[in-house]
């Protein structure tokens, strides 16, 4: 009688191999991304006549605004106003990227900042150095308005900054569901916008702010699920510290951040089952070789 062949190995790739498939089509930002979006813009002259249109986009993220303590609450907002910053870390001196993110309880946001220019800095307070901007350029304290005084925010070297979400005071990935911006000066059209990354890091819009010459402008997304995990922002269209001089030439600068809680990336359910799935049967494939 010819012998039974012998049982089937695994293909090569083996079972931790096949594990570490399954486990990579369960990671984050592997869910689909539609979802529904609210966009709120608005112009003013001052911050009073701002408030309206940014209590639109809170009220749009839903919930309170969160203590700034390390730790996702899973649902309201966080804010940034810049004017917590210490004078050590404001104009003239350099601002860290990741200063909102350090596991601090007052500092904890999960915002982290990057930049192709040569850093950040948040303008200075009135009595240590020259206020919004003037280090920079002399014309800008007549140029550029607060939202919440007095302290503003850029990048140096470049008009462009990456806003990443993670779980507040923590390296763990999260992603929000709205996030917003004030912007001081813009006077050209199309050019300065927010641009919203999701769960793969796709884009899933690109929306420019109102101009408002020498006044405050207001621009926001909400969607309707956490899927955001990075916004680019391009403040107008030339790095800060020259004049403008010319028409063409727009320097815009950052006042308040607002968004919703950040959250962790975490598997669709669906994503979970096929997970669950797979698992099982190689551990079923598994027994019947240790029969075998």
């Given amino acids: 009688m010819p012998r039974a062949a012998p049982p089937r190995p695994l293909p090569a790739w083996g079972a931790p191999a096949a594990l570490t498939l399954l486990l990579a089509l369960a990671a984050p930002g592997l869910a689909p991304t539609a979802a529904a979006q609210v966009v709120r813009s608005g112009t003013a002259s ?30 309201g907002r966080r804010e940034i106003n810049w004017d917590g910053v210490p004078d050590a870390l404001s104009a003239p001196n350099a601002f860290p990227g990741d200063f909102f993110n350090a596991p601090i309880a007052g500092r904890a946001r999960g915002a982290v900042f990057t930049t192709p220019g040569t850093g950040f800095q948040v303008s200075a307070n009135a009595g240590v150095g020259p206020v919004e901007f003037g280090n920079l350029n002399a014309a800008y304290p007549d140029q550029f308005v607060a939202f919440s005084p007095q302290r503003l925010f850029t990048a140096l070297a470049s008009n462009t900054m990456d806003v990443s979400f993670f779980v507040p005071g923590t390296t763990t990935p999260a992603a929000v569901r709205g996030f917003g911006a004030v912007f001081t000066d813009v006077d050209l059209a199309n050019t300065t916008s927010l641009s919203y990354f999701g769960l793969n890091d796709e884009l899933l819009g690109t929306f420019f702010a109102p101009t408002a010459n020498n006044g405050l402008s207001f621009l926001g997304v909400s969607y309707s699920s956490d899927i955001i995990t990075r916004v680019r922002i391009i403040s107008g269209n030339t790095a800060p510290g020259v004049a403008e001089a010319l028409p063409a030439v727009d320097i815009v600068v950052l006042d308040d951040f607002i968004y919703a809680e950040p959250v962790a990336v975490v598997p669709e359910p669906g994503t979970w089952l096929m997970m669950a799935t797979g698992l099982t049967g190689l551990a079923g494939l598994a027994i019947r070789r240790r029969r075998s």
């Fill in 46 to 75: 001052d911050a009073a006549g701002l408030t309206a249109t940014v209590n639109q986009f809170r009220a749009d993220l839903g919930g309170a605004l969160n203590p700034n303590n390390p730790g996702s609450v899973g649902s």
